[in-house]
């Protein structure tokens, strides 16, 4: 066959098994046998092999690489990845419609409806109609860049078909794994004497991390589009247009979701789906209820966290029946001594359940819930199993009521209840139970994402003396690490790799990553950004209430983190100190590193040198010696109100930084302004090669 020829076979070839791809997996209504399309993929293969120079990326056969990617790039969403506010109720359903009458006064409402899969969220982006790039949700801001992985998806298009399809598009939508291909899964690893995924979304979520696409190809992932969130162009009116033009379009929604006139339709639509729920080939908890007009949905706009225009509706939680076989303590980051009982294992909503939390001493008093009980527990959200109710009528003789535990069952030290809080707690900062919860949240993905840092690993580090704070990470070398169990020299070279990248995180990801009490997610998002913007603000910001400041203005010299961290914060650096210099200017306490921190003070000497801010690098020296400063980027007032400009090596220039001269007020309150950065006094480090740690 001459080359012309071929190329004229190819392209035939790649349209005929596109829309049998369509047909197959959006539609569903397959016209040939899996022989006949095996037979269609193989001769193009045969083509492409004999003729390297028509092998085109967006090609039927190239959806899955002959070799595993090294690592998933981070990519930042286009517009954020926000989740959903919850109702439980059709009285809150009605208060969802109520508060937006208030707000764009009351009229005749469509709404879409939606079922709430249980899966992975994607973003999906083409650019003239090809599939360019896949992304995870993440935290909302950045996810993953997985498109080798999403490629391997049958029912993702690689090229949209088509009339009016946009130059440039962004949908997003949820991954799922079939019940059916769930329980084929479970039962092939069953085989090959591997441990059993716990529920589809488990197998799911595990599935898109894999770095080996030809993994997510044997698994048969699936997805439902639910969004569409770019389209460059585009003019459709509402949601429930823009489901149309994407299914017209080739990507797969979910034929169960509907356009419903008026709030008495959702509601059928709810109950309908309640009960139909379990005959679904997939896992669901609820259903999303959207205001279908795009004019409408951009006046009613956003709170900080959630669309005001959407909602998810969850169904009950499910229930299951099973016995307490004992109730143990376990300590939190922060110290708190949380009751959990052990359960004679039972199934429940897709995975088997054998712990449930009791929350608090008070909780367990309240349901007297005993050792022996018969218990009905739940799955909060269908996720997070609890204890509801114990079962009076079963409850054996002579069982005790269970008392709250007088010292921490690691540590021993005598446990502790502040007057008007529940929670019993482990004064002892130092206990090795609260050292390893923190280092743990310090290396979960949303905080400093150092993925090798496992239970394991982190039980380790503590039992064996390697580590007794954050910062004792970062002073591990491959010696200390091979010598553990199941790590190898390559392994613990990518746990070290993994350990020096986190030094390059955004500030709000080692804001949330401390684990100082009330400062979550958002709160260390809101002091990372606000910075910049509001430098002369002194309150918390929105969302940060009174209660959340205590933290931060602890000074009974035991601070959030304790005082041995606060401690080891202001010791200098392996290097020595800068020539002719004592280190930092640091007051009102025993070291400094962290605002908000018992004995933060830091005062550097106003009478700065060594500072050329038009080529982005200085240092502050002064005859107490050198202070090298971190935050956002933003101005600061010094006596006599001189004003400098402080920016700090983060992002774009990275490895750069510029100090003015500055004085840092008052044990940075929690709040924007120059308090909200993070401030490391260190010594002995040239500029330019500062770092967070």
Same mark, same amino acid.
């Given at each position: ?123 999906? !982006? ?232 009791? !929350? ?98 982190? !039980? ?234």
């Amino acid at each position: 066959m001459k080359r012309d020829q071929a190329a004229a076979r190819v392209a035939k070839l790649r349209d005929e098994i596109r829309r049998h791809e369509r047909l197959y997996y959006v539609l569903n209504q397959p016209e040939i046998s899996d022989q006949q399309y095996d037979a269609l993929e193989r001769e193009l293969r045969e083509l492409e092999t004999q003729f390297p120079d028509l092998v085109a990326p967006d090609s039927p056969t190239q959806r899955v690489g002959e070799r595993p990617s090294e690592e998933f790039p981070t990519f930042a969403h286009r517009a954020p990845m926000l989740s959903l506010d919850n109702t439980y109720s059709e009285d809150e359903l009605r208060e969802f419609e109520e508060r937006i009458f208030r707000l764009v006064g009351r009229r005749e409402m469509a709404y879409v409806a939606e079922l709430k899969i249980d899966g992975l969220s994607l973003a999906l !982006h083409y650019e003239d109609g090809r599939l360019v790039r896949g992304v995870t949700r993440g935290d909302g801001l950045r996810g993953d860049d997985v498109t080798p992985n999403v490629r391997a998806i049958r029912s993702i298009p690689l090229v949209l078909v088509g009339t009016g399809v946009p130059q440039a598009l962004e949908a997003r939508g949820e991954v799922f794994l079939s019940r059916s291909r769930f329980d084929a899964l479970n039962r092939e690893r069953e085989d090959r004497e591997e441990e059993p995924f716990a529920n589809p979304r488990n197998a799911a979520a595990g599935t898109m991390k894999t770095l080996d696409a030809r993994i997510v190809a044997e698994r048969g992932l699936d997805i439902y589009l639910y969004a569409l969130v770019q389209a460059k162009d585009l003019a459709a009116r509402g949601h429930w247009e823009a489901l149309e033009r994407m299914r017209s379009w080739g990507l797969k929604t979910n034929p169960t979701s509907r356009l419903c006139r008026g709030l008495d339709e959702v509601l059928a639509y709810c109950a309908e789906w309640r009960e139909k729920r379990d005959g679904l080939e997939y896992d669901i908890d609820g259903v999303v209820v959207k205001v279908d007009d795009f004019a409408l949905q951009q006046e009613l706009g956003f709170t900080a966290k959630f669309p005001r225009w959407a909602i998810a509706y969850k169904y009950p939680a499910r229930q299951a029946a099973t016995w307490v076989e004992a109730i143990e303590v376990q300590v939190g980051r922060t110290g708190k001594l949380t009751p959990v009982a052990h359960l004679a294992p039972v199934s429940l909503a897709g995975s088997t359940v054998s712990r449930a939390t009791l !929350h608090n001493e008070e909780e367990v008093a309240r349901k007297d819930v005993r050792v022996g009980d018969t218990v009905l527990i739940e799955k909060g959200g269908d996720v997070i199993p609890k204890v509801v109710e114990v079962v009076q009528g079963k409850r054996p003789p002579r069982t005790s009521p269970w008392e709250p535990p007088e010292k921490c069952p690691v540590c021993g030290s005598a446990a502790l209840k502040v007057e008007g809080e529940v929670d019993r707690r482990c004064p002892r900062a130092s206990c090795p139970a609260q050292v390893e919860e923190r280092l743990k949240h310090y290396a979960r993905r949303q905080a400093m994402d150092i993925e090798g840092l496992g239970d394991v690993l982190v !039980h380790q580090l503590v039992e064996k003396g390697l580590v007794r704070d954050f910062a004792d990470l970062y002073k591990l070398g491959l010696e200390d690490i091979v010598g553990l169990e199941r790590m190898a020299e390559k392994s613990g070279q990518n746990l070290l790799d993994q350990i020096d990248a986190s030094r390059s995180r955004e500030l709000r990801r080692l804001l949330f990553g401390l684990g100082i009490r009330f400062v979550g997610e958002r709160a260390a998002m809101f002091r990372h950004v606000a910075g910049a913007a509001l430098p002369e603000s002194r309150g918390p910001g929105p969302g940060v209430g009174r209660g959340d400041r205590r933290p931060v203005r602890d000074r009974s010299g035991r601070g959030p983190l304790g005082p041995g961290l606060v401690r080891r914060r202001g010791e200098p650096a392996a290097r020595g100190p800068p020539e002719g210099g004592r280190g930092p200017d640091v007051r009102g306490g025993r070291g400094a590193g962290l605002p908000g921190l018992p004995g933060n003070a830091i005062r550097p000497d106003r009478r700065a040198r060594d500072h050329d801010p038009r080529r982005g690098e200085g240092r502050h020296r002064g005859p107490r010696g050198t202070c090298h400063l971190f935050g956002v980027q933003e101005d600061v007032g010094g006596r006599r109100g001189r004003r400098s400009r402080l920016q700090v090596r983060q992002g774009p220039g990275a490895g750069r930084e510029v100090h003015g001269r500055v004085r840092v007020p008052a044990a940075a309150r929690p709040g924007p302004g120059m308090t909200s950065a993070i401030l490391f006094p260190m010594r002995g480090v040239p500029p330019g090669a500062a770092r967070p740690y």
